[in-house]
């Protein structure tokens, strides 16, 4: 469910004096538009939040006022008291009516879309790089980057199946980017500790097996991976829980992702790593 960023639109934030149903809204505003609005709670019972494509290639005051008209004439109803158009449009003498608005362009959200896969990218290359040229093997450069990608995939995949389910905003714009970058960089972080730990078993234990070393590096981290995840959990459940509409998918994304993270940290990471050394000591052999 892309959000603004990516697809283009304007959104405008509207306050009621009441509660009101956002199906009968969407209803109501589908007779004036061609293409009803997406319309969806935003905090409070008595504010929605409407998208709309109608007309986002033109841009101008007569544009602007048409679709403020045909807004207005599709929610006037739902407010209790009275409210002229010039009390909808502006909160300067009035709390109610259209709080915020935002557009984006089509053209706009195409970049936005293509520099926010950029950013993905760029970062899992530079940390790819980064732990190769840290561990001095490429093996734990692709082991760790495997990991984060898998925690990438099963935060967007959460937000693919949830939008319809859960009762908050779950769009995928710049702030659930935001969130899978710094899912990344907290992952990578528990990923670094096993791997040093794995770094200094074969220094330490030359003559154990791979599969003892590593398994012996994750078993001598994995409290210290728990009690940091677990905490941070906690932090995130507890801004879920209490925060405010606005920041509730960010968390969400950043929730998934830190449980997924902790799972490839401990899980995959070093299996990964296991499987690509181990194949490369059998191809030695081999030559040999």
Not at 97 to 121: F, H, Y
Not at 166 to 172: H, K, R
Not at 243 to 255: D, M, Q, S, T, Y
Request: proline share 3%.
């Amino acid at each position: 469910n892309y959000g603004i960023d990516f697809q283009g639109g304007r959104t405008y934030v509207i306050r009621f004096d009441q509660p009101v149903n956002t199906a009968e809204v969407r209803a109501s505003l589908g007779q004036q538009f061609p293409d009803a609005p997406e319309v969806k709670t935003f905090g409070p019972s008595n504010q929605i939040k409407v998208t709309t494509k109608y007309k986002i290639k033109e841009d101008n005051d007569e544009i602007k006022n048409e679709i403020i008209g045909k807004l207005f004439d599709g929610t006037k109803q739902y407010f209790k008291e009275d409210i002229s158009i010039k009390e909808f449009q502006s909160t300067e003498t009035n709390p109610l009516g259209v709080i915020s608005s935002e557009i984006v362009g089509p053209t706009m959200a195409k970049d936005i879309q293509r520099d926010a896969v950029i950013a993905l990218l760029v970062g899992l290359l530079v940390i790819f790089i980064y732990i190769g040229l840290r561990f001095k093997k490429w093996q734990f450069g692709l082991g760790g980057v495997a990991a984060l990608a898998h925690d990438a995939l099963i935060a967007i995949g959460a937000f693919a199946l949830f939008h319809n389910i859960l009762p908050f905003n779950m769009e995928v714009d710049q702030s659930f980017i935001a969130a899978i970058l710094t899912v990344i960089g907290y992952s990578i972080n528990a990923t670094v500790v096993i791997y040093d730990r794995v770094r200094e078993y074969r220094k330490l234990y030359p003559k154990r097996t791979l599969q003892e070393q590593i398994n012996g590096a994750i078993n001598s981290t994995l409290s210290r991976t728990v009690n940091s995840s677990g905490t941070t959990l906690v932090v995130l459940l507890m801004m879920f829980i209490f925060g405010g509409e606005v920041i509730r998918g960010f968390i969400f994304a950043l929730l998934v992702g830190v449980a997924a993270g902790t799972f490839s940290s401990v899980c995959i990471s070093g299996t990964l790593l296991y499987d690509l050394m181990k194949r490369k000591e059998q191809k030695e052999l081999a030559k040999k």
